[in-house]
């Protein structure tokens, strides 16, 4: 009904709010695209740094000796290494960033990528050490 009574109008509501909401209404997929198109980045950003903590978190549980590769070790790497990622990044931004929380050296972004690797590694294989030390199993272990 509002859009029929829009296109009778014509020019005379252009820029008026039900001109605006008749643009819209016709085409709901637009939205939709503003919602997911700025969400996806970060989306995929979180699966990739999952699928990277894990990878690395199966190498440490290979490496080290007294450790077994098991679903839980893998959680706890994971689950350390995005807490230790997430205060590592916000300590490097609040020192190496501008004012906008940018960084502007090609230095600065290379420091920034060793230290998501650093973190992982370290944040990831504390809370395996941790999660093995308190939440042990009786019986278990190591």
């Known amino acids: 009904m509002v859009g029929t009574w829009c296109r009778a109008a014509g020019r005379s509501l252009k820029g008026t709010f039900i001109n605006r909401h008749k643009s819209t209404a016709y085409r709901p997929h637009v939205g939709a ?4 198109g700025t969400m996806l980045l970060p989306l995929l950003g979180f699966v990739f740094g ?6 690395l978190g199966a190498a440490v549980m290979t490496i080290h ?3 077994k590769l098991t679903l839980t070790n893998i959680v706890w790497f994971v689950a350390g290494s995005f807490a230790a990622v997430l205060g590592s ?3 490097y931004t609040w020192i190496f960033a501008d004012k906008n929380r940018q960084l502007q050296s090609p230095a600065a972004i290379v420091g920034f990528l060793v230290l998501l690797f650093v973190a992982t590694l370290l944040g990831g294989t504390l809370s ?3 999660g093995k030390r308190f939440f042990r199993r ?5």
């Open 33 to 36: 695209q503003v919602i997911y």
């Open 50 to 55: 999952v699928g990277v903590s894990s990878i």
């Open 65 to 67: 000796p007294r450790w």
């Open 89 to 91: 990044a916000n300590v």
């Open 128 to 130: 395996v050490f941790l």
């Open 138 to 142: 009786s019986g278990e272990e190591g």
